[in-house]
């Protein structure tokens, strides 16, 4: 089946550091990355939906200048927290979707803990 | 309103028990809708899509209500693997984008 290879898996960075979070679609062309953030028992948030080769839409309330995406590639795609601060700490998710194929595969997650 | 709603829970049912959640989504225009599972600190993972006619999978059903906007999973003689988040997940009218809801935790305790 698909995967969704997403690195690091957690990391802990000073405040005021920038961090980059890559996933890779091993399988299969990911034509769209979706980019979440979801905190202790909460759902998961929708950043940002990016297509391959253009720029990413944010949704409503993030900041497109701290959360850099870039989906270079239809295999590549990474998010950078820039300047990160304690309240940044969650866990962020990326989704891959190609759509030949049913459903969205995740990948694994990174938990940022800034410090 | 929310896009997609889900009572948080916990459901706590014994083993064996069968057990039903429900998802409501405002916007009509909904096409494709999905149930995930989340495991804790871990990924979500697919695990049924929704089908006009309904759908069933083994010890898991789910239904699709478009007159009432709503979604449902059914599962049936539950199992201690079976503990977890369910997520609803709602494809945005005419789009490939996504919506969440909050999941609904699931314990089953022996």
């Known amino acids: 089946g698909a995967v969704v290879s997403q690195h690091p898996s957690r990391v802990i960075c000073k405040s005021g550091t920038s961090v980059k979070i890559e996933c890779r679609s091993l399988?299969?062309?990911?034509?769209?990355m979706f980019w979440y953030r979801q905190f202790p028992k909460q759902s998961l948030m929708l950043m940002a939906t990016?297509?391959?080769?253009?720029?990413?839409?944010?949704e409503q309330g993030v900041e497109k200048d701290k959360f850099l995406i870039n989906h270079a590639s239809l295999t590549l795609s990474t998010l950078t927290v820039t300047s990160a601060h304690p309240e940044d700490s969650s866990f962020y998710i990326c989704?891959?979707?190609?759509?030949?194929?049913?459903?969205?595969?995740f990948g694994s997650g990174t938990r940022l803990t800034v410090v | 309103r929310k896009e997609v709603e889900q009572d948080p829970g916990p459901f706590n049912v014994p083993e064996g028990a069968t057990v039903a959640f429900n998802c409501t989504y405002s916007?009509?225009?909904?096409?494709?809708f999905f149930w995930y599972r989340q495991d804790c600190r871990k990924e979500p993972k697919l695990l049924m899509s929704v089908y006009s006619s309904g759908n069933e999978d083994g010890r898991f059903t789910a239904q699709l209500n478009r007159a009432s906007q709503y979604i449902s999973l059914l599962i049936r003689d539950s199992k201690l693997s079976d503990s977890a988040t369910y997520l609803c997940v709602v494809l945005r009218g005419g789009s490939y984008i996504p919506t969440f809801g909050r999941g609904t935790s699931l314990i089953v305790h022996p």
């Open positions: 916007n009509s225009a909904s096409q494709s």
């Open positions: 990016s297509n391959e080769g253009s720029k990413a839409t944010y």
């Open positions: 399988d299969f062309q990911a034509t769209t």
């Open positions: 989704s891959a979707s190609d759509r030949e194929l049913y459903g969205y595969t």
